[in-house]
């Protein structure tokens, strides 16, 4: 073949082999798929390449140390009183400690001082660290599970049944929550003091019944946002052409559910139940504020800052260290809350 | 439209009822009455109070009693504040609290909007990392860390604002700014996000090929559509300011009702807790009905039926 | 200053996204007369629509121009200011997009929208705006015009939605409109009254029109002229005749038979096009269709194939056509 000059050919060598037609496998070495991923393989990508998150696993992770590992072998303990120690400043010793350590004797030090009855307050912080974190997730916990519940039956029964639960959750919505938590709070401290006389209910004393009242209340009220969540959710799944389409290849109603309904809908929960937390801990720390939490020697973040309001201007740590750790526990749990929610339900955002 | 009005107000009046008849049989879960509970008086004492609160009825007919005055704003008397009946002090305390609320509603939907669109319109800039910075901190920290930290930094520290009541302008900036900090953030992080959904929309190209200005499409087309979310939560925010006063004004001794409420609390008021439950649960309800039907006024999408 | 309404010569546009570059267009060129109607086919991604969206300015974040030259009546694309663009959009250039159930602002009456671009270019006053807007919307065949003017979009069907998308774009008897899969979103019926309105505007109105779809049918009914797009190329540019009768490249006669004809054989089967679009983030080394193409050449693999006229309007980009074209000059 004459390789006349043409212009339009850019210079470029041509030979007659170049014309000859390729084979599949040449074809096919051209197009490069990207690779496809699963959901939960791309929703961890997606978390573990979200720093912020990752930071907050690891922040809430220690904190968890701090509140359940590292009390049980602490030196110290929540109510235990120490003789002659009482308001000591960050690292500083009583009289009577101070004669120890000259006697050769090791003390372990107040590392955030003690309040003004004695108690070492590094302790009482990481106790009171772990009350907050067990209401939130138990009540994290509760909520997901009477919503999900609550919130399924009702779509899944649809027409009266839907209506008429999703009008109980209309009222139970307008309620102001708060006002009724310190309502309930306060009423319901008698009967359960009563019940924890009762034998076999010892167990309502050591959780304190405000801490109680407050799980009920919980029980009662908070759910009804996770059950509205997975209602809409699973109507929205239902109706959806996916699940049209998998019906009607056959596939049976475990199936379905199993394969399409909780993978669609479990991102949602997660998200929902991490957000959850800190709401869960906000609320317990303004009622342990406002004197109605958990009950005394038992300390909580709430109750350990409202304490320390009186004597904020000589002893102004005696505040900050709590609220820096309520502030801090609640940042990290909403941090890591938009992170699984951007990596697991984009559709959610906002 | 009325019929959706009517349908709002029955059930508004359902969720009162609810709450009323709640509070009146948790208050009487306290076993033998509420009046068991404060201190040893004699039988004769204990007789004679109950004949007058009506105690010595039945219950089913003690609670008609309490639902019908309740219907007519009468709570019964203070059993701490002698000689004053429940809605008096609520009327009396109620406007404290309703002017530190308010101003810090009006304060946060000031700053929280514009700094929202401020955000959503430089994002992914310096000023948006900031602000969202600042508005994921101002969720996180719990009321009553703000009006602490404040207290120390300004009125204890610093001595420029007093650390308690409500004496001239001064004693408002600390109770108002500590109410306010949370719903600020909130309406920030909302709006930001509402506004950066509605810049996508389809509407909004088809604004910019009209060939309106940034400006125009922006405060014409985006506002009006970004806003609706905002209005939605009014609700909740009139709801949070008001419990956020129990703390606010606990921590700074105002004179307000949510300060009286937990008075009442701590002094085993019975009444007193009733009456201000019953009448914030109506205040924040009607508060709803009132948003709700502002919102569908707003948003033509909606058809009232 | 050029002879045509719209002259875009060797457009080159990419949109870095944080995963590299895009390149969205390719050395694009287009012409369009006055009056004209072009069609642009492709599969989405193909940058039909970024084609005629540079036009008017309206490139989104974070794609940009890196080459080439667009002229519209008279404008120089390449530099005019986001404040000259906003005098010339919805003006002389206006556009009707795909979906008309969300491209009008849900907040605001149809008579606010239809005034709101006539106030914003002409001198009219309210009463004359709202004037117009009525005669618009009877000239898009809505009945009851008063009616609809205080109407909500949600108020109105999605045919009658697109009706008043393309009365705001004709508001100010624009000079060229562009329209982007106008009829993609509409019940098949209402596509066709969709289409017979713009052919029935644009024999009254006389502006140019140029048509994106994906839809072949559509473009056979409307334009004169259609460009296939594939990848950010034009693989073949011509007249409809040119395209439904003398189809030069693979992908084109793809595009053919893949659409049902009436006058088919009875047992002839529809054929797809094997293979799956390209990912425009990796596209391949030489012609993009390579990979999809039933008579692909080793050269086409590794060189992206020139332009090869087949006549005065008629050119394809594929290496077969080139490869006839050399043979049959040697053979001269």
């Given amino acids: 073949m004459d390789m006349k000059k043409n212009p339009l050919s850019f210079q470029m060598k041509l030979s007659p082999d170049d014309f000859l037609p390729a084979s599949e496998e040449e074809k096919e070495s051209l197009v490069v798929m990207r690779e496809s991923v699963s959901f939960w393989k791309d929703g961890f990508r997606r978390v573990r390449k979200n720093k912020v998150a990752m930071v907050c696993i690891v922040v809430i992770l220690i904190i968890m140390i701090f509140a359940f590992i590292v009390p049980s072998f602490y030196p110290y303990t929540y109510k235990d009183q120490i003789f002659?120690?009482?308001?000591?400043?960050?690292?500083?010793?009583?009289?009577?400690?101070?004669?120890?350590?000259?006697?050769?004797?090791?003390?372990?030090?107040?590392?955030?001082?003690?309040?003004?009855?004695?108690?070492?307050?590094?302790?009482?912080?990481?106790?009171?660290?772990?009350?907050?974190?067990?209401?939130?997730?138990?009540?994290?916990?509760?909520?997901?599970?009477?919503?999900?519940?609550?919130?399924?039956?009702?779509?899944?029964?649809?027409?009266?049944?839907?209506?008429?639960?999703?009008?109980?959750?209309d009222i139970i919505y307008t309620i102001p929550d708060v006002l009724l938590i310190v309502l309930l709070s306060f009423a319901l401290k008698a009967p359960l003091s009563a019940l924890a006389a009762a034998p076999g209910f010892g167990w309502v004393r050591i959780v304190g019944e405000n801490l109680i009242s407050i799980f009920i209340v919980f029980a009662l009220l908070y759910w009804v946002g996770m059950a509205r969540m997975v209602r809409s959710q699973i109507l929205m799944l239902k109706e959806s052409e996916y699940v049209t389409a998998a019906r009607a290849l056959g596939a049976s109603s475990s199936r379905i559910i199993k394969k399409h309904l909780l993978t669609n809908c479990i991102g949602t929960l997660i998200v929902t139940t991490t957000l959850q937390i800190p709401s869960s801990i906000f609320t317990e720390s303004f009622l342990s504020f406002l004197g109605l939490g958990v009950a005394v020697p038992m300390p909580s973040l709430g109750s350990l800052a409202s304490d320390a309001i009186n004597g904020l201007n000589t002893y102004p740590y005696l505040l900050f260290i709590p609220a820096a750790v309520i502030s801090l526990i609640i940042l990290s749990f909403n941090l890591l809350g938009d992170g699984l929610r951007d990596a697991f339900d984009p559709k959610l955002k906002n | 439209m009325g019929k959706y009005i009517l349908k709002r107000i029955v059930l508004a009046l359902v969720t009162i009822w609810a709450v009323a008849t709640i509070t009146f049989f948790l208050m009487n879960l306290v076993p033998g009455g509420p009046f068991l509970s404060e201190k040893a008086i004699s039988p004769a004492?204990?007789?004679?109070?109950?004949?007058?609160?009506?105690?010595?009825?039945?219950?089913?007919?003690?609670?008609?009693?309490?639902?019908?005055?309740?219907?007519?704003?009468?709570?019964?008397?203070?059993?701490?504040?002698?000689?004053?009946?429940?809605?008096?002090?609520?009327?009396?305390?109620?406007?404290?609290?309703?002017?530190?609320?308010?101003?810090?509603?009006?304060?946060?939907?000031?700053?929280?909007?514009?700094?929202?669109?401020?955000?959503?319109?430089?994002?992914?800039?310096?000023?948006?990392?900031?602000?969202?910075?600042?508005?994921?901190?101002?969720?996180?920290?719990?009321?009553?860390?703000?009006?602490?930290?404040?207290?120390?930094?300004?009125?204890?520290?610093?001595?420029?604002?007093?650390?308690?009541?409500?004496?001239?302008?001064?004693?408002?900036?600390?109770?108002?700014?500590?109410?306010?900090?949370?719903?600020?953030?909130?309406?920030?992080?909302?709006?930001?996000?509402?506004?950066?959904?509605?810049?996508?929309?389809?509407?909004?190209?088809?604004?910019?090929?009209?060939?309106?200005?940034?400006?125009?499409?922006?405060?014409?087309?985006?506002?009006?559509n970004a806003i609706l979310p905002i209005i939605t939560y009014l609700g909740p925010m009139i709801a949070y300011t008001l419990t956020g006063s129990f703390i606010v004004e606990k921590i700074f001794t105002i004179p307000g009702l949510g300060g009286e409420f937990i008075k009442a609390i701590n002094g085993r008021d019975y009444t007193m807790i009733m009456g201000t439950t019953i009448f914030l649960a109506t205040f924040m309800i009607i508060m709803n009905v009132v948003v709700d039907i502002v919102y569908k006024l707003v948003d033509p999408r909606i058809t009232l039926k | 200053?050029?002879?045509?309404?719209?002259?875009?010569?060797?457009?080159?546009?990419?949109?870095?996204?944080?995963?590299?570059?895009?390149?969205?267009?390719?050395?694009?060129?287009?012409?369009?007369?006055?009056?004209?109607?072009?069609?642009?086919?492709?599969?989405?991604?193909?940058?039909?629509?970024?084609?005629?969206?540079?036009?008017?300015?309206?490139?989104?974040?974070?794609?940009?121009?890196?080459?080439?030259?667009?002229?519209?009546?008279?404008?120089?694309?390449?530099?005019?200011?986001?404040?000259?663009?906003?005098?010339?959009?919805?003006?002389?250039?206006?556009?009707?997009?795909?979906?008309?159930?969300?491209?009008?602002?849900?907040?605001?009456?149809?008579?606010?929208?239809?005034?709101?671009?006539?106030?914003?270019?002409?001198?009219?006053?309210?009463?004359?705006?709202?004037?117009?807007?009525?005669?618009?919307?009877?000239?898009?065949?809505?009945?009851?015009?008063?009616?609809?003017?205080?109407?909500?979009?949600?108020?109105?069907?999605?045919?009658?939605?697109?009706?008043?998308?393309?009365?705001?774009?004709?508001?100010?008897?624009?000079?060229?409109?562009?329209?982007?899969?106008?009829?993609?979103?509409?019940?098949?019926?209402?596509?066709?009254?969709?289409?017979?309105?713009?052919?029935?505007?644009?024999?009254?109105?006389?502006?140019?029109?140029?048509?994106?779809?994906?839809?072949?049918?559509?473009?056979?009914?409307?334009?004169?002229?259609?460009?296939?797009?594939?990848?950010?190329?034009?693989?073949?540019?011509?007249?409809?005749?040119?395209?439904?009768?003398?189809?030069?490249?693979?992908?084109?006669?793809?595009?053919?038979?893949?659409?049902?004809?009436l006058d088919a054989r009875e047992h002839e089967r529809l054929v797809p096009i094997e293979g799956t679009p390209v990912d425009m983030l990796n596209p391949p080394k030489g012609c993009p269709f390579a990979p999809r193409c039933g008579n692909c050449m080793k050269i086409c693999l590794r060189e992206m194939p020139p332009v090869t006229n087949i006549s005065d309007v008629h050119y394809t980009q594929c290496w077969m056509n080139q490869k006839e074209q050399m043979e049959s000059e040697a053979r001269a």
């Fill in chain 3, 1 to 261: 200053m050029s002879e045509y309404l719209v002259d875009i010569q060797h457009e080159r546009l990419s949109f870095f996204t944080p995963a590299g570059e895009v390149k969205a267009l390719n050395d694009v060129s287009i012409h369009l007369n006055q009056g004209e109607v072009l069609g642009i086919v492709g599969e989405s991604g193909s940058g039909k629509s970024v084609t005629a969206y540079s036009l008017m300015g309206l490139t989104a974040y974070p794609g940009r121009l890196i080459g080439g030259t667009l002229e519209f009546n008279g404008h120089h694309i390449n530099d005019m200011t986001e404040k000259e663009f906003r005098k010339i959009r919805g003006n002389e250039v206006s556009i009707i997009f795909q979906d008309p159930m969300t491209s009008l602002n849900p907040v605001y009456t149809i008579g606010n929208q239809i005034e709101e671009v006539i106030l914003l270019h002409t001198d009219k006053n309210k009463s004359q705006a709202h004037e117009r807007a009525r005669e618009l919307l009877e000239l898009v065949g809505i009945n009851e015009p008063e009616k609809r003017l205080k109407q909500y979009p949600h108020e109105l069907s999605g045919g009658m939605r697109q009706r008043v998308m393309i009365a705001i774009a004709l508001a100010c008897e624009p000079k060229l409109l562009i329209a982007d899969e106008p009829t993609t979103a509409l019940d098949v019926t209402i596509q066709a009254q969709i289409l017979e309105l713009m052919i029935e505007l644009k024999n009254k109105l006389g502006m140019a029109i140029i048509m994106i779809t994906h839809d072949l049918g559509i473009v056979a009914n409307m334009c004169e002229k259609i460009a296939v797009m594939y990848a950010g190329h034009i693989v073949e540019y011509g007249t409809t005749d040119d395209i439904f009768y003398n189809p030069k490249h693979e992908y084109t006669k793809g595009l053919l038979k893949s659409i049902p004809r």
């Fill in chain 2, 45 to 224: 004492a204990t007789a004679a109070l109950e004949a007058k609160y009506g105690l010595d009825k039945p219950m089913s007919e003690r609670y008609f009693t309490y639902i019908l005055d309740a219907a007519h704003g009468d709570f019964g008397d203070s059993l701490k504040q002698r000689g004053r009946t429940v809605m008096e002090i609520i009327t009396t305390k109620f406007p404290v609290s309703a002017r530190v609320g308010g101003i810090a509603v009006v304060l946060s939907l000031c700053l929280g909007v514009p700094l929202g669109i401020l955000a959503a319109y430089k994002r992914g800039t310096f000023v948006d990392s900031l602000f969202s910075v600042i508005a994921t901190c101002g969720i996180a920290v719990p009321s009553f860390v703000i009006c602490t930290l404040l207290m120390y930094a300004f009125g204890v520290r610093l001595k420029w604002l007093p650390t308690l009541g409500l004496e001239g302008w001064k004693g408002y900036v600390m109770p108002v700014c500590a109410l306010a900090a949370y719903p600020t953030s909130y309406i920030m992080r909302l709006m930001r996000s509402s506004m950066l959904d509605v810049l996508g929309q389809d509407y909004m190209r088809t604004a910019k090929a009209k060939g309106l200005s940034q400006k125009v499409a922006l405060f014409k087309h985006a506002m009006r």
């Fill in chain 1, 84 to 169: 002659g120690a009482n308001n000591l400043a960050p690292m500083q010793y009583s009289a009577d400690e101070l004669a120890r350590i000259d006697a050769g004797e090791k003390v372990f030090p107040h590392i955030f001082g003690t309040d003004k009855m004695g108690r070492d307050y590094a302790i009482r912080v990481m106790m009171g660290t772990r009350i907050s974190l067990l209401v939130g997730l138990i009540a994290a916990v509760i909520i997901l599970v009477i919503g999900s519940i609550y919130g399924a039956i009702a779509a899944f029964a649809g027409g009266w049944v839907d209506l008429i639960m999703m009008r109980i959750v």
